[in-house]
């Protein structure tokens, strides 16, 4: 880029930081803004509390990604119909482009009866809850001694690992619409939970399916190995929780007393076989699970809110882009903004992956300004409507702050990892606000 452009990268995790540093290298002024406080999302928010090394790593990547002198953050604003800012009031500053990064902040959900029963929750909000971003971090959770997971991915296995470590449940069943062949979660992750995987009534369960799996002349052998490989690098046991699976089973319904929940209607699975991928099909046999918690670990969607065309839980793409990365679309149907990460394809990938996709959305977005020039709008105008907003704005010098009285609230307790679990306490140790 010869000359300067500006543009506004709405989001700030991985897609939303690794993408403006690709703009920034390039010579543009990039403003970030973030619902948050805190930069990362969900390598912030999402990945297990107890993965200090990982995430340590990924935000020594982040601080160096706001280094760059040619980055503005701007956080505690949200962007939205409903936010501090829409998108008509960042267009009306004068950004050459804009970035979508902003994630997948809503949770599916199949629309069954009885999901506004107290104890059924979505996976997002409960891993939000455990990592203390405010303001799940204050929300109340019924989690009762009898919990099941709808899902068999990672996000399961970490919410497992809640469930057992800190919830001490008794038993904790991952309910998973297709068969063993299928689960999704690595072998690395099932470590932390087959201590506790029950394995005489996994047994039972690996016979009850095998009709089923022989339906379709699948080896049992491949889902034993998915599960039980994870075996010889088994944790050790902290707690006396059960775990166990539940497959071929389609939840259909919740039911509880007094608003409360207390069971969890399935419907059976078999197994068929589509473009050579295992399907399931519900056979209309049903069953009760007794339970006290559900949690929903089925995926996510992008905010509807935001102010962009939605469809299929995912913002809209251009069918035929102007400007392809590796043949995928980036560019919404509206003029100059482009999406990048889970705004792009909700729940896809890890860390590694939305840094990618950041990346090759940040390409995109270049080859979109090199068909115009750069626009006359000045920083100083998005300063001025930031400081009438009525709340504080957090700046990178303030994260910086931020970081370092956390660093040394940990030392002082004795902890790996010390977080401020609200808004109040971040604002109030940054400075920004008074202290009550």
Same mark, same amino acid.
């Given at each position: 880029?010869?000359?300067?452009?500006?543009?506004?990268?709405?989001?700030?995790?991985? @897609?939303?930081?690794?993408?403006?540093? $690709?703009?920034?290298? &390039?010579?543009?002024?990039? =403003?970030?803004?973030?619902?948050?406080?805190?930069?990362?999302?969900? *390598?912030?928010?999402?990945?297990?509390?107890?993965?200090?090394?990982?995430?340590?790593?990924?935000?020594?990547? %982040?601080?160096?990604?706001?280094?760059?002198?040619?980055?503005?953050?701007?956080?505690?604003?949200?962007?939205?119909?409903?936010?501090?800012?829409?998108?008509?009031?960042?267009?009306?500053?004068?950004?050459?482009?804009? !970035?979508?990064?902003? /994630?997948?902040?809503?949770?599916?959900?199949?629309?069954?009866?009885?999901?506004?029963?107290?104890?059924?929750?979505? *996976?997002?909000?409960?891993?939000?809850?455990?990592?203390?971003?405010?303001?799940?971090?204050?929300?109340?959770?019924?989690?009762?001694?009898?919990? @099941?997971?709808?899902?068999?991915?990672?996000? =399961?296995?970490?919410? #497992?690992?809640?469930?057992? +470590?800190? &919830?001490?449940?008794?038993?904790?069943? *991952?309910?998973?619409?297709?068969?063993?062949?299928?689960?999704?979660?690595?072998?690395?992750?099932?470590?932390?939970?087959?201590?506790?995987?029950?394995?005489?009534?996994?047994?039972?369960?690996? /016979?009850?399916?095998?009709?089923? !799996?022989? @339906?379709?002349? &699948?080896?049992?052998?491949? /889902?034993?190995?998915?599960?039980?490989?994870?075996?010889?690098? #088994?944790?050790?046991?902290? #707690?006396?929780?059960?775990?166990?699976?539940? %497959?071929?089973?389609?939840?259909?319904? =919740?039911?509880?007393?007094?608003?409360?929940?207390?069971?969890? $209607?399935?419907?059976?699975?078999?197994?068929?076989?589509?473009?050579?991928?295992?399907?399931?099909? /519900?056979?209309?046999?049903?069953?009760?699970?007794?339970?006290?918690?559900?949690?929903? *670990?089925?995926?996510?969607?992008?905010?509807?809110?935001?102010?962009?065309?939605?469809?299929?839980?995912?913002?809209?793409?251009? @069918?035929?882009?102007? %400007?392809?990365? +590796?043949?995928?679309?980036?560019?919404?149907?509206?003029?100059?903004?482009?999406?990048?990460?889970?705004?792009?394809?909700?729940?896809?990938? !890890?860390?590694?992956?939305?840094?990618?996709?950041?990346?090759?959305?940040?390409?995109?977005?270049?080859?979109?300004?090199?068909?115009?020039?750069?626009?006359?709008?000045?920083?100083?105008?998005?300063?001025?409507?930031?400081?009438?907003?009525?709340?504080?704005?957090?700046?990178?010098?303030?994260?910086?702050?931020?970081?370092?009285?956390?660093?040394?609230?940990?030392?002082?307790?004795? !902890?790996?990892?010390?977080?401020? #679990?609200?808004?109040?306490?971040?604002? &109030?140790? =940054?400075?920004?606000?008074?202290?009550?």
């Amino acid at each position: 880029m010869d000359k300067q452009y500006r543009i506004a990268v709405i989001g700030a995790g991985p @897609a939303g930081l690794f993408g403006a540093r $690709e703009l920034a290298l &390039q010579g543009a002024h990039v =403003m970030i803004f973030n619902r948050d406080i805190k930069p990362g999302g969900l *390598a912030e928010y999402g990945i297990y509390p107890e993965k200090h090394t990982m995430k340590e790593g990924l935000r020594k990547q %982040f601080r160096s990604v706001l280094d760059q002198e040619n980055i503005d953050y701007f956080g505690n604003v949200t962007v939205g119909t409903n936010g501090d800012l829409t998108l008509d009031n960042l267009r009306s500053f004068g950004f050459d482009a804009f !970035l979508v990064t902003d /994630g997948a902040q809503g949770g599916k959900s199949l629309d069954l009866p009885g999901e506004d029963l107290e104890g059924v929750y979505h *996976a997002k909000d409960v891993v939000y809850f455990y990592n203390k971003l405010p303001p799940f971090s204050q929300r109340k959770f019924r989690f009762g001694k009898r919990c @099941a997971i709808i899902g068999a991915g990672n996000v =399961m296995v970490d919410i #497992a690992r809640h469930l057992i +470590d800190v &919830q001490k449940a008794d038993v904790v069943t *991952a309910v998973v619409r297709r068969g063993p062949g299928e689960v999704n979660f690595t072998k690395d992750e099932m470590r932390h939970l087959i201590p506790y995987l029950d394995l005489q009534e996994f047994e039972k369960e690996m /016979g009850r399916v095998l009709p089923a !799996l022989k @339906a379709i002349e &699948q080896d049992p052998e491949l /889902g034993r190995r998915k599960i039980l490989d994870a075996q010889s690098r #088994a944790d050790p046991k902290t #707690a006396n929780t059960r775990f166990r699976f539940d %497959f071929l089973a389609s939840p259909v319904g =919740m039911l509880g007393e007094s608003g409360k929940l207390t069971k969890l $209607e399935v419907e059976e699975n078999i197994l068929t076989l589509k473009d050579g991928t295992p399907k399931p099909r /519900g056979t209309g046999a049903k069953r009760m699970i007794e339970v006290d918690t559900v949690i929903f *670990a089925i995926g996510d969607k992008v905010d509807e809110s935001f102010g962009l065309p939605v469809e299929w839980n995912e913002y809209v793409k251009k @069918a035929e882009p102007r %400007f392809p990365v +590796d043949g995928l679309s980036y560019e919404s149907p509206e003029e100059e903004i482009f999406v990048g990460g889970w705004s792009r394809k909700a729940s896809d990938g !890890l860390v590694g992956y939305a840094r990618k996709d950041g990346i090759n959305a940040a390409r995109a977005v270049s080859l979109f300004l090199k068909t115009k020039s750069p626009s006359s709008g000045n920083v100083e105008d998005v300063i001025a409507r930031l400081k009438v907003l009525g709340k504080p704005v957090v700046f990178k010098e303030d994260i910086r702050r931020l970081e370092a009285i956390e660093v040394e609230e940990a030392r002082k307790r004795g !902890l790996e990892e010390f977080k401020y #679990a609200t808004n109040e306490e971040m604002l &109030q140790a =940054m400075g920004l606000v008074e202290t009550a």
